[in-house]
């Protein structure tokens, strides 16, 4: 399973963008890269997901770059409650067990 | 998206008691459930994987004996703490898959306190 490798906290005011950049350099073929958001005391909830170039849905934008060694959240204009644990996993898509990393711990202030 | 509903939300019990903790997939078939514990401040951590009909596979460490998992039917997995122990006070959290999909769908987790 491919490791991931994310900064351990992010600080940010309401309204900026912010990108989270994951590292994920034994990434195999078959592996696609998810993020999910997690508050305190809830369980993790599904942000995106994608495999190559860019990914985009009504709350984030996933980067990919060609190698797929590493892969960029970007959250547009974030508010108080985007303030939570973001985890980066990679694994085989339809079976791969989800290894959780450390995370990073984002504190959106006013 | 799915719904994985998980039930309860928080039990206390005392020590030396079972607690079974159900995880259920509403609105899809889970042919593969997992089972996290999170402690205060840490990650998530791996205890077991399930599939439909098979015996969980346990992650090194996590003693099978302990910690009983029943994945019996596509929607329903259990988790039952057996003999539980102040240590194994926690946040217990299921995610559900279905065949063919890459997406794992999470529960609200179950925080268990062991007086």
């Known amino acids: 399973l491919a490791k991931t490798t994310q900064p351990i906290s992010m600080d940010s005011y309401e309204g900026q963008e912010v990108n989270i950049t994951c590292s994920h350099n034994?990434?195999?073929?078959?592996?696609?890269i998810t993020w999910y958001q997690q508050f305190p005391s809830q369980g993790p909830r599904f942000i995106i997901q994608g495999y190559k170039t860019k990914v985009t849905n009504e709350v984030a934008s996933l980067f990919i770059p060609a190698d797929r060694k590493s892969s960029t959240l970007s959250l547009p204009r974030v508010s108080l409650s985007d303030t939570a644990v973001y985890y980066c996993l990679v694994g085989e898509g339809g079976g791969f067990k989800t290894i959780f990393g450390a995370g990073t711990r984002l504190f959106v202030k006013a | 998206g799915a719904v994985v509903s998980q039930h309860p939300s928080w039990v206390i019990c005392k020590s030396g008691t079972s607690v079974k903790i159900e995880c259920r997939s509403l609105?899809?078939?889970?042919?593969?459930m997992f089972w996290y514990r999170q402690f205060p401040k840490q990650s998530l951590m791996l205890m077991a994987t399930s599939n439909e009909g098979s015996k969980a596979t346990y992650e090194q460490g996590v003693e099978k004996d302990k910690f009983l998992i029943n994945h019996a039917s596509l929607t329903l997995s259990t988790l039952t703490v057996t003999s539980a122990h102040p240590e194994d006070s926690s946040f217990y959290i299921c995610s559900a898959r279905e065949e063919g999909n890459t997406e794992a769908f999470f529960g609200q987790g179950t925080r268990l306190t062991v007086v």
């Open positions: 609105d899809f078939q889970a042919t593969t």
């Open positions: 034994n990434i195999a073929t078959n592996d696609y």
